[in-house]
């Protein structure tokens, strides 16, 4: 009984941020599809995914991210996974820092990671890279995201990415200063905070001597593509 008073007394006597302080020391592993979703353009249709499973507590985590798109009956079109480390840098920010590698038909490519990824002012989710390939050359990433809560289930979720290529990859098609930009916006029906389905349309167009090259190939430049997909963590 006097063990069990001891036990007691000393919990009760432990500091709420000291008991904050261990909760968030212990790791939790989570994985969180933000999208999988097949894509509608004209008769042509794709399957596109992107996800990320974490491992660890607000200070430091292992981070597996994987997106692509599939094209129905068709090879796999673009395959990217990242393993990367994420430390907290600040209250709202983490840094990150780790490989990347692509999968697509032709040459592939992998990449080292920097970057920095949290929430910016106005509760927008930011995430931005510097990528460096095996060959040296190096290109941005920024993406942006945003969830506008309509009513209790309805949310609005706009999305853009913007690439930007600062070397030559002539076996790639992208050329330095050469820019893709890719725009999304999806309307999700939130049945509970874990799943939600959606709709939506994507857009995305390729800039500077990129596009210039698409042009040249007969490809075109600009496309987009109805959505109807999930969304789900657990």
């Not at 002012?121 to 990433?141: I, K, M, T, Y």
């Not at 945003?146 to 913007?162: A, D, F, G, I, S």
């Not at 999806?186 to 994507?202: A, V």
Request: aromatic letters at 10%.
């Amino acid at each position: 009984m006097r063990s069990t008073n001891l036990c007691v007394g000393l919990l009760l006597a432990t500091p709420a941020w000291a008991m904050e302080q261990h909760m968030d020391a212990m790791p939790v592993a989570k994985l969180a599809v933000d999208h999988l979703e097949p894509r509608f353009d004209g008769d042509d249709q794709a399957l596109a995914w992107e996800l990320e499973a974490t491992y660890g507590n607000d200070l430091h985590k292992a981070v597996l991210k994987s997106s692509g798109e599939r094209a129905d009956g068709g090879p796999t079109e673009s395959s990217e996974t990242q393993l990367l480390y994420r430390r907290m840098a600040s209250e709202f920010f983490d840094w990150q820092a780790g490989v990347r590698h692509d999968d697509q038909p032709g040459p592939t490519r992998s990449y080292a990671v920097l970057g920095l990824k949290g929430l910016a002012p106005q509760w927008v989710e930011l995430d931005a890279n510097l990528f460096v390939s095996e060959h040296g050359d190096p290109s941005l990433r920024v993406e942006a995201e945003y969830e506008l809560l309509l009513t209790q289930r309805w949310v609005l979720e706009p999305k853009l990415e913007y690439d930007l290529a600062l070397a030559d990859d002539r076996d790639l098609g992208i050329g330095a200063g050469g820019s893709s930009l890719e725009t999304g916006l999806r309307l999700h029906y939130r049945i509970s905070p874990q799943f939600s389905p959606y709709i939506g349309y994507q857009w995305q167009k390729t800039y500077g001597r990129s596009g210039d090259w698409l042009r040249a190939e007969g490809e075109d430049e600009e496309e987009g593509a109805w959505l109807l997909g999930l969304k789900f963590w657990l």
